[in-house]
């Protein structure tokens, strides 16, 4: 079955540190997404793709870092430049032309900062 | 402030209950969504609107594209329903709009 799978589910790291969050899909999608959500709060848009070598800056990008060397991966980076990195994330995909197709999510990774 | 508003933002019901999820949004826009959220974090993709009404099992999502609103419904709720429902709009490709989610509790 295709989907999108985020890994892993639970991190933990110590202040100061960087850290790699994994998102790969074999959906064929041209576009990917990550998100952060915090408690009580909706969906805030960190960076996103829309073609392989080329992704562009959300909403909350500060502090992260990506990359898509591969239509299958966007791997997001947690900088120690991110002041306040515990949080859930969440990657996403989609066809291009998002407006006329949905998206597809992954389970999440959540981060906490020791 | 928000341009996407859910109501309400908590809601407890007992099993059977029909069960109504609004969301109000401040611009226009080419699709809106409606997602569930299980408690480990994952999101589902429920319906994805432009007008009208889609139905998938109990679940029936309505939007009115004047009034800016859209509904979703549960008939016959169950307590495997419990989850976080989130609506989100796209007013423009990868412009995404998330609310900040309703979350549903269905006791047996």
């Known amino acids: 079955d295709g989907g999108i799978t985020q890994s892993p589910k639970y991190l933990f790291r110590k202040e100061g540190q960087n850290v790699t969050l994994s998102c790969e899909q074999n959906?064929?999608?041209?576009?990917m997404y990550w998100y952060r959500q915090d408690p009580g709060q909706g969906l805030r848009l960190i960076y996103y793709?829309?073609?392989?070598?080329?992704?562009q800056k959300g909403d909350i990008a500060e502090g992260y870092s990506v990359s898509r060397e591969k239509k299958e991966s966007f791997p997001l980076t947690v900088t120690s430049a991110q002041k306040n990195p515990t949080a859930f994330y969440l990657c996403a995909s989609s066809t291009a032309g998002f407006a006329n197709y949905g998206y597809t999510f992954g389970s999440g990774t959540r981060l906490t900062v020791v | 402030k928000n341009e996407v508003e859910q109501s309400p933002q908590n809601l407890t019901a007992q099993e059977g209950e029909f069960i109504t999820i609004n969301c109000s949004y401040s611009?226009?826009?080419?699709?809106l969504h409606w997602l569930q959220q299980h408690p480990g974090g994952g999101i589902v993709s429920l319906f994805m609107l432009s007008s009208g009404k889609k139905k998938h099992g109990r679940l029936i999502a309505t939007i009115n594209i004047q009034e800016k609103h859209s509904s979703l419904h549960i008939t016959a709720s169950h307590p495997r329903d419990s989850a976080v429902y989130i609506c989100?709009?796209?007013?423009?490709?990868?412009?995404?709009?998330w609310g900040a989610g309703t979350k549903l509790i269905i006791k047996p």
């Open positions: 959906l064929n999608h041209d576009a």
């Open positions: 611009v226009g826009i080419s699709a």
């Open positions: 793709s829309q073609i392989v070598n080329d992704f």
């Open positions: 989100a709009v796209t007013y423009s490709n990868y412009q995404l709009i």
